[in-house]
């Protein structure tokens, strides 16, 4: 059996089924199994259940190269009939279709030139709901009804963004999170489509629809610049209708600051504090919720020493500072344990000339010059 002929047998189920979210779900595992050929025999299709493929799948975020490779069929011009102008008529076609297997039986068709390029997916699901049912034009039509944001797991080496939806006649409440790994870059990793009660397990915050529609974006973003970037097995299927559903939240905010800087209000009041969080700050970036015992170690003990100038009190109160972060972000008891554990090294590994890095080393000399102004505080160089 073709991908074809699967899609229009289950979309023979869909039509009866009537749910626009399940129809959208299935239209995105058709754009995951990448077949290249089955928008073009979709299109160039007279079946109701094709017209239901093309109309769920231009609701959705479709690769390029599988709306520009595909060219639809040739279709008969004479046997073009009037387009439907009632439920009722377009039911009547639809329960036809149900009961004729092959698609030379069928009566109605629907005019469509195909474009000399490929298929304009647009034109041709706004031409396919002319001829479906009313819930048809539901699909791709919803409301963000809320936004989360915050840790996936203990030490946050991945995060859970979460948009909360509903279709614009106010039915079949969906909520869509994206697991984002923040080991590996910020890339999305997975992704799953569930009931709103699925929120109630997850220990995240609320937080603006438009900077967390932006992450998502951001995060899909990474993942298609990283060839070989390692993704669940299930991220692909829903992948599609996770992109369309960033981009429905009005105005999403791309590459938004992190909250969590300026939501932490608890840093010491010793000398050198704010210059050790500086340090701490760059180094955690734009993943500050990341932070687990084997980072604070590389904090502590490699990249410290490797790129960051500090003066004396920066480094004498910099465990003070790692211990207020840690509380700020779950007072994790093994996080504060590490720090203990770490935090001893650090004048004598910053001391080390032989652990600067290059960048580092550069700016020391250029301080050593006459005349040159005291190094700043804060770390040189990346992550």
Do not use: N
């Not at 259940?49 to 690769?63: F, M, Q, S, V």
């Not at 387009?83 to 469509?112: G, H, I």
């Not at 809320?146 to 409440?173: I, K, M, S």
């Not at 980072?295 to 003990?301: G, H, I, K, Q, Y």
């Amino acid at each position: 059996m073709t991908t074809y002929d699967r899609a229009i047998e289950q979309a023979r189920d869909l039509l009866r089924w009537r749910s626009p979210l399940r129809t959208e779900l299935w239209a995105a595992r058709l754009v995951s199994e990448g077949d290249p050929d089955l928008l073009g025999e979709l299109a160039g299709s007279e079946r109701p259940e094709a017209r239901l493929a093309i109309a769920a799948l231009a609701t959705l975020e479709l690769p390029d190269d599988l709306t520009t490779t595909a060219s639809a069929t040739p279709y008969d011009a004479e046997a073009v009939q009037e387009t439907p102008t009632s439920d009722e008529e377009r039911d009547d076609l639809t329960a036809a279709a149900r009961e004729d297997e092959e698609p030379d039986d069928l009566t109605a068709t629907v005019p469509r030139t195909p474009p000399p390029y490929g298929v304009d997916l647009a034109v041709a699901g706004r031409e396919a709901l002319e001829w479906l049912p009313r819930w048809a034009a539901r699909m791709g039509e919803v409301v963000c009804e809320g936004a989360w944001y915050g840790r996936g797991d203990r030490h946050g080496e991945q995060v859970l963004a979460a948009l909360a939806f509903r279709y614009a006649d106010g039915r079949e409440p969906h909520l869509l999170v994206v697991g984002i790994d923040q080991a590996h870059g910020g890339l999305a990793v997975d992704a799953v489509v569930e009931e709103p009660k699925f929120l109630d397990d997850l220990d995240l915050a609320r937080a603006p629809a438009d900077v967390v529609a932006g992450r998502v974006l951001d995060a899909f973003e990474v993942t298609d610049l990283l060839m070989g970037a390692e993704v669940a097995d299930t991220l692909p299927a829903v992948r599609p209708l996770a992109l369309a559903r960033a981009r429905s939240v009005p105005d999403p905010v791309r590459h938004a600051p992190d909250e969590t800087f300026t939501a932490f209000d608890a840093l010491p009041d010793t000398p050198g504090a704010d210059e050790a969080f500086g340090a701490l700050a760059e180094f955690l970036g734009a993943r500050p919720l990341w932070w687990s015992p084997a980072r604070v170690s590389a904090f502590l003990t490699s990249w410290l020493p490797r790129e960051a100038i500090l003066s004396d009190a920066a480094i004498a109160a910099m465990p003070e500072v790692l211990r207020a972060w840690t509380r700020h972000l779950g007072d994790h008891e093994e996080i504060h344990d590490r720090i203990a554990a770490e935090a001893p090294r650090l004048p004598a590994l910053m001391a080390d000339e032989s652990l600067a890095g290059l960048a580092k080393r550069i700016a020391a000399s250029r301080t050593e010059e006459p005349g040159a102004d005291p190094p700043a505080g804060g770390g040189y160089g990346v992550q």
